[in-house]
T-cell receptor
Framework: ETGVTQTPRHLVMGMTNKKSLKCEQHLGHNAMYWYKQSAKKPLELMFVYSLEERVENNSVPSRFSPECPNSSHLFLHLHTLQPEDSALYLC???????????????FGDGTRLSIL | GQNIDQPTEMTATEGAIVQINCTYQTSGFNGLFWYQQHAGEAPTFLSYNVLDGLEEKGRFSSFLSRSKGYSYLLLKELQMKDSASYLCAVVDSNYQLIWGAGTKLIIKP
Protein backbone atom coordinates (compact mmCIF):
# COMPACT_ATOMS: atom_id res chain seq x y z
CA GLU A 1 0.00 0.00 0.00
CA THR A 2 1.74 3.15 -1.23
CA GLY A 3 -0.97 5.68 -0.36
CA VAL A 4 -1.63 6.37 -4.05
CA THR A 5 -4.61 4.65 -5.65
CA GLN A 6 -5.23 4.45 -9.37
CA THR A 7 -8.35 3.26 -11.17
CA PRO A 8 -9.00 1.39 -13.30
CA ARG A 9 -6.11 -1.07 -13.18
CA HIS A 10 -6.72 -2.17 -16.74
CA LEU A 11 -8.43 -0.40 -19.63
CA VAL A 12 -9.04 -1.48 -23.18
CA MET A 13 -10.45 1.10 -25.53
CA GLY A 14 -10.93 1.81 -29.19
CA MET A 15 -9.32 4.76 -30.89
CA THR A 16 -12.58 6.71 -30.99
CA ASN A 17 -13.51 6.21 -27.32
CA LYS A 18 -13.27 8.72 -24.50
CA LYS A 19 -12.20 7.50 -21.07
CA SER A 20 -10.61 8.89 -17.92
CA LEU A 21 -7.95 7.60 -15.56
CA LYS A 22 -8.24 8.49 -11.91
CA CYS A 23 -5.60 8.92 -9.24
CA GLU A 24 -6.09 9.65 -5.54
CA GLN A 25 -3.37 10.17 -2.94
CA HIS A 26 -3.93 9.87 0.80
CA LEU A 27 -0.54 11.24 1.86
CA GLY A 28 -1.25 14.94 2.14
CA HIS A 29 1.22 15.69 -0.65
CA ASN A 30 1.23 18.92 -2.64
CA ALA A 31 2.61 17.69 -5.97
CA MET A 32 1.19 15.07 -8.33
CA TYR A 33 2.52 13.61 -11.58
CA TRP A 34 1.44 11.56 -14.57
CA TYR A 35 4.01 9.25 -16.18
CA LYS A 36 3.91 6.93 -19.18
CA GLN A 37 5.85 3.69 -18.85
CA SER A 38 6.58 1.64 -21.98
CA ALA A 39 8.49 -1.61 -22.04
CA LYS A 40 12.26 -1.20 -21.79
CA LYS A 41 12.03 2.60 -21.88
CA PRO A 42 12.60 5.19 -19.15
CA LEU A 43 9.61 6.66 -17.41
CA GLU A 44 8.26 9.57 -19.45
CA LEU A 45 7.01 12.50 -17.40
CA MET A 46 3.77 13.80 -18.91
CA PHE A 47 2.30 16.35 -16.51
CA VAL A 48 3.16 17.89 -13.15
CA TYR A 49 0.79 19.63 -10.78
CA SER A 50 1.78 21.60 -7.72
CA LEU A 51 -0.97 22.80 -5.39
CA GLU A 52 -3.50 22.07 -8.14
CA GLU A 53 -1.68 24.26 -10.67
CA ARG A 54 -0.20 22.62 -13.76
CA VAL A 55 3.48 23.46 -13.81
CA GLU A 56 4.70 21.23 -16.57
CA ASN A 57 3.45 19.74 -19.81
CA ASN A 58 6.17 17.79 -21.54
CA SER A 59 5.00 18.22 -25.15
CA VAL A 60 2.20 15.75 -24.61
CA PRO A 61 -0.33 15.42 -27.46
CA SER A 62 -3.64 17.14 -26.85
CA ARG A 63 -5.47 13.80 -26.92
CA PHE A 64 -4.27 13.55 -23.29
CA SER A 65 -5.92 16.12 -21.03
CA PRO A 66 -5.11 16.30 -17.30
CA GLU A 67 -7.31 17.67 -14.56
CA CYS A 68 -6.49 18.34 -10.92
CA PRO A 69 -9.62 19.43 -9.02
CA ASN A 70 -7.86 19.37 -5.63
CA SER A 71 -4.52 18.36 -4.17
CA SER A 72 -5.68 14.79 -3.55
CA HIS A 73 -7.11 13.93 -6.95
CA LEU A 74 -5.69 13.82 -10.45
CA PHE A 75 -7.37 12.72 -13.66
CA LEU A 76 -6.13 11.97 -17.14
CA HIS A 77 -8.82 12.32 -19.79
CA LEU A 78 -8.23 10.33 -22.96
CA HIS A 79 -9.79 10.74 -26.40
CA THR A 80 -8.99 9.53 -29.91
CA LEU A 81 -5.88 7.71 -28.75
CA GLN A 82 -3.46 5.92 -31.06
CA PRO A 83 -2.11 2.35 -30.80
CA GLU A 84 1.30 3.72 -29.74
CA ASP A 85 -0.39 5.15 -26.64
CA SER A 86 -0.75 1.64 -25.25
CA ALA A 87 1.37 1.62 -22.08
CA LEU A 88 1.29 1.65 -18.30
CA TYR A 89 0.21 5.05 -16.97
CA LEU A 90 1.56 5.80 -13.52
CA CYS A 91 0.46 8.47 -11.11
CA UNK A 92 2.83 9.69 -8.41
CA UNK A 93 2.84 12.24 -5.62
CA UNK A 94 5.50 13.94 -3.52
CA UNK A 95 5.45 16.31 -0.58
CA UNK A 96 6.47 19.21 -2.80
CA UNK A 97 7.56 19.70 -6.40
CA UNK A 98 9.81 16.97 -7.76
CA UNK A 99 13.38 16.61 -6.69
CA UNK A 100 13.43 19.72 -4.56
CA UNK A 101 15.14 17.73 -1.87
CA UNK A 102 15.45 14.09 -1.01
CA UNK A 103 11.71 13.66 -1.20
CA UNK A 104 10.88 10.44 -3.02
CA UNK A 105 7.87 10.16 -5.23
CA UNK A 106 5.17 7.72 -4.20
CA PHE A 107 3.60 5.82 -7.08
CA GLY A 108 0.30 4.12 -7.70
CA ASP A 109 0.12 0.67 -9.29
CA GLY A 110 -0.76 2.20 -12.63
CA THR A 111 -3.40 1.71 -15.30
CA ARG A 112 -2.49 -0.73 -18.06
CA LEU A 113 -3.96 0.88 -21.17
CA SER A 114 -4.48 -1.01 -24.43
CA ILE A 115 -5.66 0.78 -27.56
CA LEU A 116 -7.32 -1.38 -30.16
CA GLY B 1 21.49 15.46 -23.84
CA GLN B 2 20.84 13.77 -20.55
CA ASN B 3 21.34 10.06 -20.23
CA ILE B 4 21.05 7.32 -17.63
CA ASP B 5 22.51 3.89 -18.45
CA GLN B 6 21.63 0.66 -16.67
CA PRO B 7 21.93 -2.97 -17.82
CA THR B 8 18.68 -4.20 -19.29
CA GLU B 9 18.62 -7.52 -17.46
CA MET B 10 20.64 -9.43 -14.89
CA THR B 11 20.37 -12.91 -13.43
CA ALA B 12 21.55 -14.01 -10.00
CA THR B 13 21.18 -16.94 -7.65
CA GLU B 14 19.17 -17.04 -4.44
CA GLY B 15 21.40 -16.30 -1.45
CA ALA B 16 24.07 -14.60 -3.57
CA ILE B 17 25.05 -10.94 -3.98
CA VAL B 18 24.33 -8.81 -7.04
CA GLN B 19 25.44 -5.31 -8.01
CA ILE B 20 23.33 -3.22 -10.39
CA ASN B 21 25.22 -0.33 -11.95
CA CYS B 22 23.94 3.03 -13.10
CA THR B 23 25.97 5.65 -14.97
CA TYR B 24 24.67 9.08 -15.74
CA GLN B 25 25.39 12.19 -17.77
CA THR B 26 23.11 15.01 -16.68
CA SER B 27 23.06 18.77 -16.58
CA GLY B 28 23.92 19.13 -12.94
CA PHE B 29 23.32 16.75 -10.08
CA ASN B 30 21.11 17.05 -7.03
CA GLY B 31 20.82 13.46 -5.94
CA LEU B 32 20.15 9.95 -7.18
CA PHE B 33 17.26 7.64 -6.37
CA TRP B 34 16.84 3.88 -6.65
CA TYR B 35 13.37 2.37 -6.92
CA GLN B 36 12.16 -1.21 -7.00
CA GLN B 37 9.25 -2.19 -9.24
CA HIS B 38 7.66 -5.63 -9.17
CA ALA B 39 5.79 -6.65 -12.30
CA GLY B 40 2.37 -5.03 -12.40
CA GLU B 41 3.02 -2.94 -9.31
CA ALA B 42 4.07 0.56 -8.32
CA PRO B 43 7.71 1.59 -8.20
CA THR B 44 8.70 1.87 -4.54
CA PHE B 45 11.48 3.99 -3.07
CA LEU B 46 14.65 2.17 -2.01
CA SER B 47 17.37 4.77 -1.48
CA TYR B 48 18.61 8.29 -2.08
CA ASN B 49 22.26 9.37 -2.39
CA VAL B 50 23.52 12.91 -2.74
CA LEU B 51 27.00 12.61 -1.21
CA ASP B 52 29.75 10.23 -2.27
CA GLY B 53 29.94 6.95 -0.47
CA LEU B 54 27.95 3.95 0.57
CA GLU B 55 24.55 4.02 2.24
CA GLU B 56 23.50 0.75 3.84
CA LYS B 57 19.93 -0.19 4.56
CA GLY B 58 19.52 -3.80 5.61
CA ARG B 59 20.25 -6.17 2.73
CA PHE B 60 20.36 -3.27 0.26
CA SER B 61 23.16 -0.73 -0.12
CA SER B 62 23.60 2.12 -2.56
CA PHE B 63 26.87 3.72 -3.60
CA LEU B 64 27.55 7.02 -5.32
CA SER B 65 30.60 8.56 -6.99
CA ARG B 66 29.74 12.01 -8.30
CA SER B 67 33.11 12.51 -9.97
CA LYS B 68 32.57 9.35 -12.02
CA GLY B 69 28.86 9.85 -12.64
CA TYR B 70 28.30 6.40 -11.24
CA SER B 71 26.12 4.61 -8.73
CA TYR B 72 25.37 1.03 -7.87
CA LEU B 73 22.75 -0.82 -5.89
CA LEU B 74 24.06 -3.83 -3.98
CA LEU B 75 21.66 -6.56 -2.96
CA LYS B 76 22.89 -9.16 -0.48
CA GLU B 77 21.46 -12.53 0.58
CA LEU B 78 19.19 -12.52 -2.44
CA GLN B 79 15.66 -13.80 -2.01
CA MET B 80 13.19 -14.85 -4.68
CA LYS B 81 11.05 -11.82 -3.83
CA ASP B 82 13.91 -9.58 -4.99
CA SER B 83 13.02 -10.49 -8.58
CA ALA B 84 11.91 -7.11 -9.91
CA SER B 85 13.01 -4.17 -12.01
CA TYR B 86 15.33 -1.64 -10.40
CA LEU B 87 15.08 1.95 -11.60
CA CYS B 88 17.82 4.56 -11.27
CA ALA B 89 16.81 8.24 -11.40
CA VAL B 90 18.94 11.38 -11.15
CA VAL B 91 17.81 14.85 -10.03
CA ASP B 92 19.36 17.37 -12.44
CA SER B 93 20.19 21.05 -11.92
CA ASN B 94 16.57 22.04 -12.59
CA TYR B 95 15.38 19.53 -10.00
CA GLN B 96 13.92 17.41 -12.80
CA LEU B 97 14.01 13.63 -12.36
CA ILE B 98 15.85 11.87 -15.20
CA TRP B 99 15.00 8.16 -15.30
CA GLY B 100 16.91 5.12 -16.52
CA ALA B 101 15.07 2.37 -18.38
CA GLY B 102 15.46 0.01 -15.44
CA THR B 103 17.25 -3.27 -14.84
CA LYS B 104 15.19 -6.44 -14.70
CA LEU B 105 16.68 -8.73 -12.06
CA ILE B 106 15.87 -12.44 -12.28
CA ILE B 107 16.60 -14.57 -9.22
CA LYS B 108 17.06 -18.31 -9.74
CA PRO B 109 16.85 -20.95 -7.01
Amino acid sequence: ETGVTQTPRHLVMGMTNKKSLKCEQHLGHNAMYWYKQSAKKPLELMFVYSLEERVENNSVPSRFSPECPNSSHLFLHLHTLQPEDSALYLCASSQDLEGGSNQPQHFGDGTRLSIL
Amino acid sequence: GQNIDQPTEMTATEGAIVQINCTYQTSGFNGLFWYQQHAGEAPTFLSYNVLDGLEEKGRFSSFLSRSKGYSYLLLKELQMKDSASYLCAVVDSNYQLIWGAGTKLIIKP
